[in-house]
């Protein structure tokens, strides 16, 4: 008797589980717990057995009976819930557009940059951003003690080992590999230990190096007036005031009109008319002699631009940090 309890039971379980919509459930319980059905027969049945069996089958039969029915009624609460949840489509309604992505602002000006130079004949390079003291000092001109370093707010990882506070140092690395011309554009980031709204620990540069023979100051302002009319406007004026960099002599800050009062005098540019945009010079003989050239035979010239220094002027803006706060709300403007 035993065994055909478990056999009822087991088949119901099946049964439930196996079944596909309600209908179909409907049909295995009135085969299996029906007034008719199988568990039905076996009550009927217990009679037969002798007193000493009894028990032990009643129990079974209730026990197999109280399963079966708690597998029917979740059987039915899952086929229930799923025909509750059948969605209707209408085609006729319109498609929803997906969210699409875009470059970042300081990517894009990074690459127009680049862009501009490529078409006034510059390559594009890029070097390490985990430099040494000779590469990033000492090749360009920075002695060791010497008080220009000051001005780089280093972030050392060792004495010898530092994270790069210009892209400069490609300026070397390229001249000892290559015999000139050498005609390159470097672009990456670039460390220093300042932070407020005008400066970034991390931040991007764009350096810029010609070696030719013949190259001369005029024609470093030539490709920085290209360069300055292609990214702003075609009626954009430079100008040139004299400066300071170890590794060039002469050197000179470039200034462009301010692009919001065309140089008339405004909050941006401070009444003064004019924007501060990049640093240049002609390359010092001093850098020459790191890497073989022979300062007789060629000259040439250097420049160097913060990428979100050119952004914030193109686009008018007032915090570097912008760029790096990751709010939608700002960088789908651009």
């Known amino acids: 008797m035993i065994d055909r309890i478990e056999e009822a039971r087991a088949a119901a379980l099946a049964a439930f589980a196996a ?7 409907e049909e295995a319980r009135i085969e299996y717990l029906g007034q008719k059905g199988r568990f039905h027969d076996l009550m009927k049945a217990l ?6 069996e009894r028990p032990r089958a009643g129990a079974a039969a209730n026990r197999a009976r109280g399963q079966a029915a708690q597998a029917y009624e979740a059987a039915r609460g899952a086929l229930e819930k799923a025909a509750a949840r059948v969605e209707w489509l209408d085609v006729t309604l319109p ?11 300081l990517s894009r000006t990074a690459a127009e940059i680049c862009a501009i130079f490529g078409r006034l004949g510059f390559s594009i390079v890029e070097g390490p951003e985990v430099e040494t003291d000779y590469y990033n000092f000492e090749a360009l001109n920075f002695p060791r003690d010497h008080p220009a370093r000051d ?25 000892e590999k290559s015999p000139p011309p050498v005609w390159v554009v470097v ?8 932070s407020d709204v005008s400066h970034s620990p991390m931040f991007h540069q764009v350096e810029g190096l010609a070696v030719d023979q013949g ?3 005029a024609d470093l302002k030539g490709v920085l007036t290209a360069f300055a009319t292609a990214m702003f406007s075609p009626d954009t004026q430079i100008r040139l005031r004299p400066s300071f960099f170890p590794f060039t002599e002469p050197s000179a800050e470039v200034d462009i009109a301010c692009v919001l009062c065309r140089g008339r005098g405004c909050r941006l540019c401070k009444g003064t008319g004019w924007l501060e945009i990049l640093g240049s010079g002609m390359v010092d003989p001093a ?3 790191f890497v073989g050239y022979d300062p007789a035979r060629v000259s040439g010239f250097a420049f160097g631009m913060g990428i979100e220094r050119v952004a914030m002027l193109k686009y008018g803006l007032e915090d570097i940090r912008l760029f790096y706060e990751s709010d939608l709300r700002f960088l789908t403007q651009f």
Do not use: E
Request: net charge positive.
């Open 95 to 105: 498609g929803r557009r997906p969210v699409l992505g875009h470059r970042h602002i």
């Open 215 to 217: 190259l001369t100051f």
């Open 151 to 175: 001005m780089q707010d280093t972030l050392f990882v060792s004495s010898d080992i530092l994270l790069r506070t210009h892209t400069s140092p490609m300026q070397v690395r390229i001249m």
């Open 187 to 194: 672009p990456g980031k670039t460390y220093r230990r300042d």
């Open 19 to 25: 079944a596909s919509s309600l209908a179909g459930l």
């Open 287 to 289: 850098v020459y002699g």
């Open 47 to 52: 009679g037969a057995l002798n007193p000493q």
